[in-house]
Structure formats: C-alpha cells, structure tokens
C-alpha cells in the first residue's frame, strides 16, 4: 500500500527499522491517514511475528471486587458491605477454574480488588491451591497495583512480596494498573492508585525476578495525545532496561457506570489507531494484543491488519469491563477466534502465556 507523502519521514524510519520519536509519535496520532498508520504498523508486525496471529485458552478469575481504592473509571470495585460486594472463598475459586474445560486450559488470569482485609496469606493459599489442582496451569495473576497494594498491608518490600507469592505459584502478572502515567491525568481518574513511577517500578522489580508481565495503556477518557506518547516511550525505557514484558495491551475506556459516565466510548477510528501507533511507538515490544472484550471481536480482527498480532483468548467470565457496560460476551469459544483469523489471512497459532508453545491450528 503506498503511504501518505505526509508521513514519508516516519515510513522512512520503518522501513529502516529505526526508533520513532516522542514528536513522530504525536504526529501519527494527529494525521488524519489512518489507513497509512495501519499499513506502517504492518510493516513491524509482519517483521516481528510473520503473518501468525496468536489466541490463548484462558480462564479469568476475579476473586473480590471489594478495593480500598475508588477509581473514577471503575465500575466494577465495591466498598466492604456496599449491595453487590462479594469476596470468594477457596472452594469457589478451584470451582470457577475447574468449570471451564475441567481446568484444562493455558492460563489462569487472577485479578481483583485491593481488599482491606485479606492477608497474603489468603492469595499464597489460593496459588498454592490453584497449582495443586492444576499443576500445568500458567498462573498470570496480581496487576502491579495489586502486588504494592499486598506489600505495604504486609509491611514487606515488594521485592518480598513477589518472591512469596513466586514460592507460592505466581507464574507472571498481567498488565492492569497502567493506565496513564502522565501524574496530572493520572490524579484525575485514579488519585488513590500508585504512581506511574510506582507502578514501573514493581515491574521492574518483578521483571529482575525473572518474573514476566504484559503492560498496559487506558485510552479515550481525559488524557491528551502527548499523554498517551509519553505512556509508550516511558514502557519503552523500562523494556530496554529489563526486557521483561511480554505484551502491550492498550484497553479501551468503557463509561458506563463509572464516575466518568458522562464521556462517550471510543469510536473504532481510535481503537485501530492506538494499537497501530503503539506497534510503532514499542519497537522492543515483542506482541501488541488487541483485547477483545474491549475493543469487540469485530475491531480485533480488523486490528490483525493494523499491528496487533494477538487478540487475547477464551476469558469464560469477564467482570470489570461488563461492569462498565462492556457489549461483547463474556467468553468466546475457540473455533470463533480460528475463524476470525483465517478469515483476515492470516494463520492462527493457538500459544502459551509466554508464547513458547505454539500450535498452528
């Protein structure tokens, strides 16, 4: 596809696979050429991953929403005996893993809310737990937020606080908590939540543990344009340090039932646009996922054309973002996300977290 003159300075760079810029950054998401955008972000996906697109059989798990934090965004957090409040024991936990497949699946994805009252003691048994029952399991599980959340009700340092629950099973820990890092942007949605700094921080520390992660970007409430270049090129710097994530995931903001109720969602113009621009912008990233209970299964096959290569996997039971008004289902059968691939061109390879075991289907 012949790209725009006006971004002949960026595609130069691509085709040379050489950095972009935080300025080509705030470029691309002002042009107006998205089908452009989409054709350069192609040039990198294809030269990293080929014309495989990846899937995952997963089983989300959300053992409580109650959280001592009250994000303006998020509608899913509950206060300890607010209507709806819920924190699960055990039993259920091993029941919600075995309902789907019998266990039998790649992942176990675990995050919740930061609970005032529930010692780590309560998440070592339930990955200790989870890893008795079903020992071939990955374990991706506790957002950064979660693991500094656990270290200062421990009064341990993070550091500790991971290598206990690495004893206990953790595998590696998804991307959640992110959202924007600019901390003037950050105080209005989230002022409770750690820092950005904070949160680069565990990963990193997380990451020197040998312990992988995803990152993550929340889009499309306040931030600006240079909000969300500065977000990229700061995940960028710790990839270069530690080489530790494995996935960027950008997640779209969803109002519904949030303080922030009075904002539209994300149109499917910026949904292409930020995974394009974030395959761009995260060179050292290995995988750009485009997370289909956000942007729609309809806009994550599109997004195999636009930069992402993965568009995450079967979920079963999806909360957070359906207490945000989320549309799409809550699971999604394996054959579904065969045929959306195959149907884009190219070839599905059903994959591990870690993208090690990989399996052309």
Same mark, same amino acid.
């Given at each position: 596809?012949?790209?725009?003159?006006? @971004?002949?300075?960026?595609?130069?760079?691509?085709?040379?696979?050489?950095?972009?810029?935080?300025?080509?950054?705030?470029?691309?998401?002002?042009?107006?050429?998205?089908?452009?955008?989409?054709?350069?972000?192609?040039?990198?996906?294809?030269?990293?991953?080929?014309?495989?697109?990846?899937?995952?059989?997963?089983?989300?798990?959300?053992?409580? =929403?109650?959280?001592?934090?009250?994000?303006?965004?998020?509608?899913?957090?509950?206060?300890?005996?607010?209507?709806?409040?819920?924190?699960?024991?055990?039993?259920?936990?091993?029941?919600?893993?075995?309902?789907?497949?019998?266990?039998?699946?790649?992942?176990?994805?675990?995050?919740?809310?930061?609970?005032?009252?529930?010692?780590?003691?309560?998440?070592?048994?339930?990955?200790?737990?989870?890893?008795?029952?079903?020992?071939?399991?990955?374990?991706?599980?506790?957002?950064?937020?979660?693991?500094?959340?656990?270290?200062?009700?421990?009064?341990?340092?993070?550091?500790?606080?991971?290598?206990?629950?690495?004893?206990?099973?953790?595998?590696?820990?998804?991307?959640?908590?992110?959202?924007?890092? =600019?901390?003037?942007?950050?105080?209005?949605?989230?002022?409770?939540?750690?820092?950005?700094?904070?949160?680069?921080?565990?990963?990193?520390?997380?990451?020197?543990?040998?312990?992988?992660?995803?990152?993550?970007?929340?889009?499309?409430?306040?931030?600006?344009?240079?909000?969300?270049?500065?977000?990229?090129?700061? @995940?960028?710097?710790?990839?270069?340090?530690?080489?530790?994530?494995?996935?960027?995931?950008?997640?779209?903001?969803?109002?519904?039932?949030?303080?922030?109720?009075?904002?539209?969602?994300?149109?499917?113009?910026?949904?292409?646009?930020?995974?394009?621009?974030?395959?761009?912008?995260?060179?050292?990233?290995?995988?750009?996922?485009?997370?289909?209970?956000?942007?729609?299964?309809?806009?994550?096959?599109?997004?195999?054309?636009?930069?992402?290569?993965?568009?995450?996997?079967?979920?079963?039971?999806?909360?957070?973002?359906?207490?945000?008004?989320?549309?799409?289902?809550?699971?999604?059968?394996?054959?579904?996300?065969?045929?959306?691939?195959?149907?884009?061109?190219?070839?599905?390879?059903?994959?591990?977290?870690?993208?090690?075991?990989?399996?052309?289907?």
């Amino acid at each position: 596809m012949k790209i725009h003159p006006s @971004l002949d300075s960026i595609r130069s760079k691509v085709e040379n696979a050489e950095r972009l810029s935080f300025e080509d950054g705030v470029a691309l998401f002002s042009s107006p050429e998205l089908l452009s955008i989409g054709a350069l972000a192609n040039i990198v996906r294809e030269r990293k991953n080929g014309n495989r697109a990846y899937f995952i059989t997963n089983r989300h798990i959300n053992p409580t =929403n109650i959280c001592a934090n009250r994000c303006k965004f998020c509608a899913f957090s509950k206060s300890s005996g607010e209507e709806g409040a819920y924190t699960m024991e055990l039993d259920a936990i091993l029941k919600a893993a075995s309902d789907f497949q019998q266990g039998n699946v790649s992942e176990f994805h675990i995050v919740g809310g930061l609970h005032p009252d529930l010692p780590l003691d309560y998440y070592e048994k339930m990955l200790s737990a989870l890893k008795e029952h079903f020992p071939e399991v990955h374990i991706q599980a506790f957002t950064a937020v979660e693991i500094a959340y656990l270290a200062k009700i421990s009064n341990l340092s993070v550091e500790n606080t991971l290598v206990r629950l690495q004893k206990a099973g953790l595998d590696s820990i998804p991307g959640g908590g992110a959202e924007i890092f =600019n901390p003037s942007t950050r105080n209005k949605i989230c002022p409770e939540k750690i820092s950005g700094d904070e949160w680069l921080k565990v990963m990193q520390t997380a990451h020197q543990l040998g312990i992988r992660s995803n990152a993550t970007m929340l889009y499309g409430h306040v931030e600006s344009v240079e909000d969300r270049v500065d977000h990229l090129v700061r @995940l960028r710097e710790l990839q270069d340090k530690t080489n530790g994530f494995l996935t960027f995931i950008p997640l779209a903001f969803h109002p519904k039932n949030t303080d922030l109720d009075t904002m539209e969602s994300t149109t499917g113009q910026m949904d292409l646009r930020v995974l394009a621009i974030s395959r761009l912008m995260l060179d050292n990233f290995d995988h750009i996922k485009a997370f289909w209970i956000m942007v729609g299964p309809k806009i994550a096959q599109l997004s195999l054309l636009f930069g992402a290569d993965d568009i995450d996997g079967t979920v079963v039971e999806e909360k957070i973002t359906h207490s945000a008004g989320a549309t799409t289902a809550e699971s999604m059968a394996r054959q579904t996300f065969i045929e959306l691939i195959k149907e884009t061109g190219r070839e599905p390879y059903e994959r591990d977290t870690l993208y090690e075991k990989l399996v052309k289907v």
